[in-house]
């Protein structure tokens, strides 16, 4: 343990020593409505349904690691051979003869032909930009940013693009709200340094906001080792980029 | 959404590949520049692992330590935003600014100070922080834990 003088850091410090890779998994990135969903005239409906982000050519994207990019939609059921087959054989083996029960088609409203533009979000997930208390880029999240960058340039229709940083609930409010602004900061930042107009992109810090995980079995933040909640909460230390894509009205 | 994969070994991998690549991604922060209220100079902030460690290291180049924390449970937490304000013994105000961080570092003349933090509409004051030739204060400002 630290000296006693500067136990009141030690919140914020308890993982410090501990190995990277321990901590490390953490931040959850979002991404950005592509041209493809809103040019189709289903854009609305790709967004719900999709599990995996395409191109304006409907081609499905690939990430840096080479896996396909999920959208927030995504979910086991969603996956496919291409991008998930592990997750097909799970489902096969949890159900391997159960009836797929028949379900009516899902009620597509009919939207009435829209006179105004209206605007459609969306995210997508990628990991590990942050460390535990930290707001500096990690190394890894460099393939990840590029990619997103690309997606900007590709997409002047983009605008609005709003980058909101977020920390865990390890920490005071302030302490939390402060550090999500500067992670939201450091992508922008980044982007910018990829070229992308600083103009088009708005960072804001949300704190420990809207947490993904919340890890309410595991002890701390004031036990003696808060390494395991600390690394179950790296969800939460994510910074999410949402564009919102002004869609006009098609007849 | 539950995480249901995480595959490190390619995380891993890639990690390994890029860090070669950008080397000046987890450059070890500095102290933010000096800034000055009237005649006096002052650095604050401490956001961040890295950053608390260069504030740590480096507060002896300066006369105060002022550190803003805020109880939890049997522990001080940083806190970031609040309103930092020095008096010198006559009530005249010698600073006031907002603390990018739980420090602010504060090089003033040799005397009686009092120093005041506000956040979020509460006010935690200390008085009687002597300042003298060659002496390092460490003044620290707890406001009691927050009630939901």
């Known amino acids: 343990m630290k000296n006693p003088p500067l136990n009141h850091v030690a919140i914020r410090r308890a993982v410090s020593s501990t190995p990277r890779k321990s901590i490390v998994t953490s931040a959850m990135l979002a991404l950005i409505a592509c041209g493809a969903f809103v040019r189709s005239t289903g854009a609305v409906e790709a967004m719900d349904g999709s599990g995996y982000v395409h191109d304006a050519e409907q081609q499905l994207i690939h990430s840096g690691f080479g896996g396909c990019v999920r959208t927030g939609y995504w979910t086991p059921a969603l996956a496919i051979p291409e991008c998930d087959p592990q997750f097909l054989k799970k489902v096969a083996n949890v159900q391997p003869t159960a009836p797929v029960p028949k379900l009516p088609a899902p009620m597509v409203q009919a939207a009435p032909a829209p006179s105004k533009p209206i605007f459609v979000k969306s995210t997508l997930s990628a990991e590990d930009l942050f460390d535990f208390d930290r707001f500096q880029l990690m190394p890894g999240a460099a393939t990840q940013l590029d990619q997103i960058a690309e997606r900007i340039k590709r997409s002047p229709e983009l605008d609005s693009i709003q980058i909101s940083g977020y920390a865990d609930r390890i920490g005071s409010a302030g302490y939390n709200l402060e550090l999500s602004r500067l992670r939201a900061k450091a992508v922008k930042a980044y982007l910018v340094s990829r070229g992308i107009d600083a103009e088009r992109i708005r960072s804001v810090g949300k704190g420990a906001a809207e947490p993904i995980a919340a890890c309410t079995e595991v002890p701390g933040p004031a036990d003696k080792s808060n390494q395991r909640l600390v690394a179950c909460l790296q969800p939460n230390r994510r910074v999410e980029v949402q564009a919102f894509v002004e869609q006009l009205a098609q007849h | ?148």
């Open chain 2, 1 to 148: 959404m539950k995480r249901l994969f995480s595959n490190l070994g390619t995380l891993t991998a890639a990690l390994g590949a890029v860090t070669m690549l950008v080397p000046a991604f987890a450059a070890e922060p500095s102290l933010p520049p000096e800034q000055h209220f009237g005649a006096v100079g002052y650095v604050s902030g401490g956001v961040g692992e890295l950053q608390a460690k260069a504030f740590e290291k480096q507060m002896g180049k300066f006369n105060l330590t002022i550190e803003v924390l805020e109880r939890a449970g049997r522990r001080d937490e940083f806190t970031a935003n609040s309103e930092v304000k020095i008096m010198d013994r006559l009530g005249h105000e010698l600073l006031d600014t907002k603390a990018a961080g739980p420090f602010v570092l504060v090089d003033l003349p040799a005397g009686k100070y009092s120093v005041e933090a506000d956040l979020a509409g509460r006010t935690v004051k200390r008085s009687g922080i002597q300042i003298g030739a060659g002496h390092h204060a460490v003044a620290k400002l707890e406001f009691p834990a927050a009630t939901d």
